[in-house]
């Protein structure tokens, strides 16, 4: 998510390290939530952060399940029932 961040191309105009460390706080504040971080119609970059956000997961949860065999049946079914039914009340 901080790249995303650093991709939006904020100016807070500040020293580098500032820069640096506002972009790792603002990715992390993006792995929770939407933050607007420009004035203006968000909806296009909103859409792309959720479709981005529901991808994500489905892949973490692709390779969860590719590795079941190592983990007990009733974890894997209940971990894609909780990462699928979370990502749908989240977006």
């Known amino acids: 998510m901080t790249v995303w961040v650093v991709l939006q191309k904020n100016d807070p105009?500040?020293?580098s390290l500032e820069e640096y460390a506002y972009n790792a706080v603002v990715g992390i504040v993006y792995c929770f939530c939407?933050?607007?971080l420009r004035e203006?119609?968000?909806r296009a970059r909103m859409l792309?952060?959720?479709i981005v956000t529901v991808a994500q997961n489905l892949a973490c949860?692709?390779?969860f399940l590719a590795l079941k065999q190592y983990t007990h049946p009733f974890l894997a079914q209940f971990s894609a029932v909780t990462i699928v039914c979370g990502t749908i009340v989240g977006t």
């Open 13 to 15: 105009n500040t020293t």
């Open 61 to 63: 949860l692709y390779l």
């Open 48 to 50: 792309a952060f959720y």
């Open 40 to 42: 203006g119609r968000a």
């Open 34 to 36: 939407f933050f607007n």
